[in-house]
């Protein structure tokens, strides 16, 4: 019993954790992106959107012979974070948004056009998987050619101590300072995802619950508590663009990287119609995405919207399991 008390508390410490260090993290990175004249929506496509965790748990699945986990993962994980933590967000209040480029939707749609070829084809696995991360070099390349630093003359005037004043810090700022605090907040959320993740796995061993609903429900809020965290605090902090770059970025690395190593991995992958449904899902998701980009705000009728795409994805599975 104290054990269980144990376990609960580590998993809701380390929950504490990451909602102080998204604090840190964030207002620290917003304070570089504009002393650097950075933009927030790329650096959270290439750094937030940058997914290790997920990316390992992916590629050992296909290493020791579970690609449908493997897949499914992918899949799963990039429904949820383009879901939930957006529609919690916008039941709080509507978000005023700017226009994101095109090129990203279309490389998504591209992708998921891979990845359905590639799931539904014999023998075209590993193709696909090769295209897939050709796309992500792309995608980076084409980040870094047009989001490079711009009007170095506006930038080299901003002032520290305003910049500092708007976070209501009174004392001076040295830029390597901020960056080491920006440092220190992403280990820690980090290392507080790890043992939300951890603890959550030994709460399994004493509660009797079902290894699917666990699995779908838990482990993947669980599995994107740090993003969850992350845009809410960034829509909070009036940083939409970091929130939605993170959210957008992920699921380019999750189906780009991630898909393209799991697939060279797997190369032979059996047809699978739960698969190929979630895979509707999330392309439904960004057809969704689509038209809000065009918006200049998004409002809570929205963030129902995406609850719902949430819950029936979550229904869709469940009820798949227990076919």
Known sequence: MWELIFWIGLFIGSY???????????????????????????????????????????????????????????????????????????????????????????????????????????????????????????????????????????SKSIDIKLLVRDFERPQIVVKYKIILLIAIGFILILFGGELLIYSADKILEFINVSEAFFGFIIIGFVTNVEELTLVVKSIKKESTEIGIGGMVGKVIWNISVTFGISSIIIMNIAFNIVLILNLFTLSLVFIMYSFFFRREYLKRSHGFLLLFIFTLFLSLNFITIQT
Do not use: Q
């Open 16 to 154: 504490i954790i990451i909602y102080f260090a998204a604090d840190l993290f964030l207002d620290n990175l917003k304070v570089i992106c504009r002393v650097y004249n950075l933009s927030p929506l790329i650096i959270g496509m290439l750094i937030l959107g940058i997914d290790p965790e997920e990316s390992i748990a992916s590629i050992i699945s296909a290493t020791n012979g579970l690609p449908y986990i493997s897949m499914g993962n992918i899949i799963g994980n990039s429904i949820i974070a383009m879901t939930l933590p957006f529609s919690i967000a916008l039941m709080m209040k509507p978000i005023k948004i700017r226009p994101i480029s095109s090129f990203y939707i279309i490389l998504i749609f591209i992708l998921l056009i891979i990845i359905f070829t590639g799931l539904t084809f014999n023998n075209f696995l590993v193709v696909s998987g090769i295209l897939a991360l050709i796309c992500y070099v792309v995608y980076f390349g084409w980040n870094l050619k047009h989001y490079s630093k711009k009007n170095k003359e506006g």
